[in-house]
């Protein structure tokens, strides 16, 4: 039967003919594949549909037209380059670990901090990193790759990784060769594909469940010369914990919506719709489906999702006490698993269990599941055996039905996207637990979770669960128009803070004035797709990525001549004034970090001034612990996270500071300094007034401020310090907007716009009237400014509330 498409469906079927790279953002139930399949029928080009997995493929074959092939990215990098390795695949299947770990020379085990590491961990943490890598764009295996190991402090890790990155370089090594012994897997073969950029077969290119495409297949898609469709729900985006990316907000292509959904009706739609403004999503649903829908309690109902393992579980023992056949969806071996590593760790035996490897007792465990912040995961599972002990579980897991046989199937949101049932009842864990701050707010990672788990029912929607969630944003929707889940005016926020707030009164200016921001993203992604890989530390675990920006940003200013800027000075200030400050340490504490940052900027400008000359460690030293002061400005609380200054006491000098600089920092800003020689060169020559560095404008005190990176003979440029040039966002582009904008009186002259990605040295300019025609500006700059100063000075008054004159 040939369905009628809907006015939504002819639109994007419409835009699709006329040769538009699309972002099709399609809500839950609203047909996405329908309507890839009604644009395949309405050409006659050669297509390809790349789908999540393998069924989603072989469903979608029968659907579409002979033009457009169906497959996933795993079938075009065999066919491309893994029909190589079809000997090794079978092969190494069943490998053992002691094997590997002789392969991989392994063989002794590894102490760290008192921790014993056998020959057979080591092998598949090596793996492991091996594995991470060929889901990134990186070209080299690098520490970060290392995954996390529970029981050991963050120098540990460190040392680990240090140990185990020759290890992993020398397996990828291995791997890619027809000759090589170690395991070889399907991720193997699509990394050594994607490293050749390969170019699909195909004149349009279809990417479903793009709000969740690693980054590696992410690479692949926006480096095509076809035109591409990437459909999906950033709603929906619940996997980030497994580094999968939202590609659909920043895909150049022009946004269109699917909205009808098929699955239910406007009851349940009503439900979704709440969920999905708390996410952070513009985007409203409309029920059409042909059966009536209902929010009302259900005691049996065909599926009960739950937050996690922990209130799945208590859902499954509910329903075996009172003899109803229920089912956890994936099984429960991975509740065994757990179980039996708890009782052989709280009988003092080791266990093997991947993520309890390193402790001695189940005390141990516990300790470091309270004490250490990192061990989020791991913390879920340790109060899932002590709530109901090994014993329950293992007997809860050995009385489950198997799906097909179950009257009840209970499943964590997470493993239920994708699926729905007639009857839903959502579970309570999204509640806060006993001790926890019952006020806080719904963050919107978690409103996405929650408005998966609404939108999987089809008539019956049993939300007793979300009670309180729900409390918290019918609360927070009487302000969450003009104001942060956190009760800050978004006419405050500066102007990077406003760019994340689709209903701030920045973003609804751009939105409105300049609304193409997929033209210039496309046309700078094609200026990207040539540059040679990043500069990057490889040999650090953690990179402090944010920090390292900060000095890179410092260092070009002082090769302009420029000190590290006004925000740093007032973090300084900050601390010696022994105001509240939030987190910060005591009053000695303060008033040494104060004194150390007071010398900070006196050796600065010495160096500046000529009276001595600092070479680049020192300044890189200097620039790096100056990011730590203005951090302290710029969020206003003093955070031990991280930060160089938290290890301070009464007697920290500057020089314990800088000599607390790590080595890899130093490595790193060398390399990029390095990059910025040729392109800086010309503006180094420009008499002094030509080069601005944090530039402030007559606009920026009509926002929470505004201060850009540099202008430099009439050109304004944004200093990004990416690895992954590619993946520039539409609010990089409205920030560098926002500043050509908040220069009211054009004081600062302003005729390109830039943006200088440091860890390439590459510079990408246009011209400002370049700039806004791509952005589809029609009014002229003067007029846009003009505009702007009155919509931003009109959203800062007060609004008059009812009754007061």
Not at 98 to 117: P, W
Request: proline share 5%.
């Amino acid at each position: 039967m040939v369905l009628k498409a809907t006015a939504e469906q002819e639109a994007a079927r419409e835009a699709f003919a006329a040769g538009d790279d699309l972002a099709l953002v399609a809500g839950a139930g609203t047909g996405k594949t329908s309507t890839l399949a009604m644009m395949g029928a309405a050409s006659r080009r050669r297509g390809l549909y790349v789908a999540f997995n393998k069924p989603i493929a072989v469903e979608a074959r029968a659907r579409f037209g002979s033009n457009v092939q169906c497959r996933t990215s795993h079938s075009l990098a065999y066919q491309a380059v893994g029909r190589r390795f079809q000997s090794r695949l079978e092969a190494s299947r069943h490998m053992p670990l002691s094997r590997t770990a002789r392969l991989l020379g392994l063989h002794r085990d590894l102490a760290v901090d008192k921790k014993r590491l056998r020959a057979t961990t080591l092998a598949r943490l090596v793996m492991e990193m091996v594995r991470r890598f060929c889901y990134s764009t990186d070209e080299q295996v690098a520490a970060r790759h290392l995954g996390t190991v529970n029981g050991l402090d963050d120098q540990g890790v460190q040392y680990l990784a240090e140990v185990l990155l020759k290890r992993a370089r020398w397996a990828w090594e291995d791997i890619c060769s027809p000759d090589g012994q170690l395991p070889f897997h399907h991720d193997h073969y699509l990394k050594m594909w994607a490293l050749t950029r390969p170019r699909l077969p195909a004149d349009f290119v279809l990417l479903d469940e793009a709000q969740d495409t690693n980054p590696v297949l992410e690479e692949i898609f926006l480096a095509q010369d076809a035109q591409r469709v990437c459909v999906g729900d950033p709603a929906q985006q619940i996997y980030e914990w497994r580094h999968a990316k939202d590609i659909m907000s920043s895909f150049p292509g022009q946004r269109m919506e699917l909205t009808q959904s098929f699955r239910f009706g406007p009851a349940i739609a009503q439900v979704a719709n709440r969920w999905l403004q708390a996410a952070s999503s513009t985007m409203q649903l409309t029920g059409h489906s042909g059966r009536a829908s209902a929010l009302e309690k259900v005691e049996v109902p065909d599926a009960v999702l739950c937050r996690g393992n922990a209130d799945a579980l208590a859902e499954v023992l509910h329903f075996l006490d009172e003899g109803v056949p229920v089912a956890l969806v994936g099984g429960g071996q991975p509740l065994l698993k757990i179980a039996q590593a708890a009782i052989d760790l709280q009988a003092g035996r080791r266990t093997s269990h991947h993520e309890l490897f390193l402790f001695s007792s189940w005390a141990e465990v516990q300790e470091y599941a309270e004490q250490d912040s990192a061990a989020g995961d791991l913390k879920a599972l340790v109060d899932l055996v002590d709530t109901y002990g090994p014993q329950q579980i293992i007997a809860a897991v050995q009385r489950m039905a198997s799906e097909d046989q179950a009257r009840v199937v209970v499943s964590t949101v997470h493993k239920a996207k994708g699926r729905e049932w007639q009857r839903v009842r959502i579970g309570s864990g999204f509640a806060p637990e006993a001790g926890e701050d019952a006020a806080r707010s719904v963050h919107p990672a978690e409103a996405r979770l929650i408005y998966v788990a609404v939108t999987r029912a089809r008539e019956v929607l049993d939300a007793s669960g979300l009670q309180w969630a729900e409390a918290q944003i019918r609360t927070a929707s009487r302000a969450d128009a003009t104001t942060t889940p956190d009760g800050v005016p978004l006419a405050a926020l500066p102007l990077t803070g406003q760019l994340q707030y689709p209903r701030s009164p920045m973003s609804l200016f751009l939105a409105r004035h300049l609304p193409r921001t997929e033209r210039l993203i496309s046309a700078y992604q094609q200026q990207v797709r040539t540059l040679p890989p990043a500069a990057q530390p490889m040999n650090e675990r953690r990179p402090d990525y944010a920090a390292l920006g900060h000095t890179i940003d410092y260092r070009l200013r002082l090769l302009l001549g420029r000190g590290p800027g006004e925000a740093v000075a007032l973090g300084i200030r900050l601390l010696g004034n022994l105001a509240p400050l939030d987190g910060a340490p005591a009053a000695d504490v303060r008033q040494s970090l104060h004194s150390a940052g007071i010398e900070l900027l006196a050796r600065l400008r010495a160096h500046l001034d000529g009276a001595t000359r600092l070479d680049d460690e020192e300044l890189t030293r200097l620039c790096h612990v100056a990011g730590y002061f203005e951090a302290v400005y710029r969020n206003g609380v003093f955070s031990r996270r991280r930060n160089l200054l938290a290890s301070a006491d009464a007697r920290t000098t500057l020089n314990d500071l800088t000599a607390a600089v790590p080595a890899y920092v130093l490595e790193d800003i060398s390399d990029q300094i390095a990059l910025a020689e040729r392109p800086f060169a010309p503006f180094r020559l420009l008499p002094e007034h030509k080069r601005v560095c944090g530039p402030v404008f007559a606009g920026s005190a009509d926002l929470g401020g505004a201060d850009a990176d540099f202008i430099v003979d009439g050109l304004l440029i944004d200093c990004k310090a990416t690895i992954r040039p590619h993946s520039l966002n539409r609010a990089a582009v409205q920030q560098l907007a926002g500043y050509l904008l908040l220069d009211y009186d054009d004081t600062h002259r302003i005729e390109r716009v830039g943006i200088y990605l440091s860890r390439h040295g590459a510079l990408i300019t246009w011209t400002v009237p370049e700039f806004l025609t791509s952005l589809g500006a029609t009014i002229p700059l003067p007029a846009l400014r003009q505009q702007l100063k009155d919509h931003l000075q009109h959203a800062r008054q007060p609004r008059q509330q009812p009754g007061h004159d």
